[in-house]
Nanobody, 116 residues
């Protein structure tokens, strides 16, 4: 019904930047909350950042001041600008879109690797 297509992941050196994108498709008209989650090897999936349709944002403490989430409601796309990347940011990043309190969707995930 709803598909999320992620892009922008890759391999970068510490201190560099990446910009992730996630576009939703499938005939929906609106998405209440869009966000990014990540999962590193041996760890649980964790919240990175979320943004509501009105532009209200929320960030994990570990990324505050370095990451910035934004969205284009017309394009149904969410972005994650990641600056000052650290090796501990290495993970698979997943896009999430929530239509209601009970209906949500996940993207396939994109690998982000920070290494020298």
């Amino acid at each position: 019904q709803v598909q999320l297509v992620e892009s922008g992941g890759g391999l970068v050196q510490p201190g560099e930047s990446l910009r992730l994108s996630c576009a939703a498709s499938g005939g929906i008209f609106s998405i209440y909350v869009m966000g990014w989650y990540r999962q590193a090897p041996g760890k649980q999936r964790e919240l990175v950042a979320t943004i509501t349709s009105g532009g209200r944002t929320n960030y994990a403490d570990s990324v505050k001041g370095r990451f910035s989430i934004s969205r284009d409601n017309a394009k149904k796309t969410v972005y994650l600008q990641m600056n000052s990347l650290r090796p501990e940011d290495t993970a698979v990043y997943y896009c999430n879109a929530r239509l209601t309190d009970t209906v949500g969707y996940w993207g396939q995930g994109t690998q982000v690797t920070v290494s020298s």
